[in-house]
């Protein structure tokens, strides 16, 4: 791992844990990076959904995946995160990715939320199959606030540990309010 913004933290990460012929959410589609990332880990066999509620992110991420060839195993669809549940059945997706914030060089004032970002945080984990895995790299401070990076801690302290192993990381010397990569795994 030669870079370690929370990205690529996160990605080195799934790269043991997402195999070829899964199916992934990528919950908050972007520009398409985490969207790519996983197309390639699940191979032809495999399926990824990725979700954005900005038609020029869900253009941008379909519009990478067709330059990268990718578009026969991936695709970005116009709809919250809150609403991933209507596109997959419980205990059928082996990975969900978020990163929590706005969109990098988009608009500011379009960012997550946190009851939206809970509500698609319970769904997922309906969604996830057994030994399934979900990743989110919550930032805070700036435009973005506090307000939801504490309440998903809040919500995440509290799953049952018999159900989940929630798995929390940070940047402890770094300054301003660095992202926080969180990995939680679906036991039963």
Same mark, same amino acid.
Request: proline share 4%; net charge negative; hydrophobic share 40%.
């Given at each position: ?11 080195? #990460? ?12 990528? @919950? ?19 399926? =990824? ?8 992110? =869900? /253009? @941008? ?20 995160? @809150? ?10 997706? /082996? $990975?969900?990715? #978020? ?11 379009? $960012? ?6 809970? @509500? ?39 799953? /049952?540990?018999?159900?989940?192993? =929630? ?22």
């Amino acid at each position: 791992m030669k870079n370690y913004q929370i990205t690529e933290f996160c990605h080195h #990460f799934l790269e043991q844990h997402v195999h070829p012929g899964d199916f992934c959410i990528d @919950a908050t589609a972007g520009k398409g990076n985490d969207t790519a990332f996983l197309c390639q880990l699940v191979g032809s066999r495999g399926r =990824v959904l990725a979700f954005d509620i900005q038609q020029s992110a =869900v /253009d @941008a991420t379909n519009e990478r995946l067709f330059a990268e060839g990718l578009s026969d195993i991936g695709t970005a669809i116009l709809e919250s995160h @809150a609403n991933m549940h209507l596109y997959a059945e419980a205990e059928t997706v /082996d $990975c969900i990715m #978020f990163n929590f914030g706005y969109l990098p060089g988009g608009d500011h004032s379009l $960012c997550t939320h946190a009851d939206t970002s809970i @509500a698609a945080i319970r769904d997922g984990l309906s969604l996830l199959k057994k030994q399934g895995m979900m990743s989110l790299c919550i930032y805070s401070g700036g435009d973005t606030g506090f307000e939801e990076r504490d309440a998903i801690l809040d919500y995440l302290k509290q799953l /049952d540990p018999t159900q989940y192993m =929630v798995l929390l990381s940070c940047y402890y010397n770094r300054p301003n309010n660095p992202p926080i990569p969180v990995f939680i795994l679906r036991l039963h």
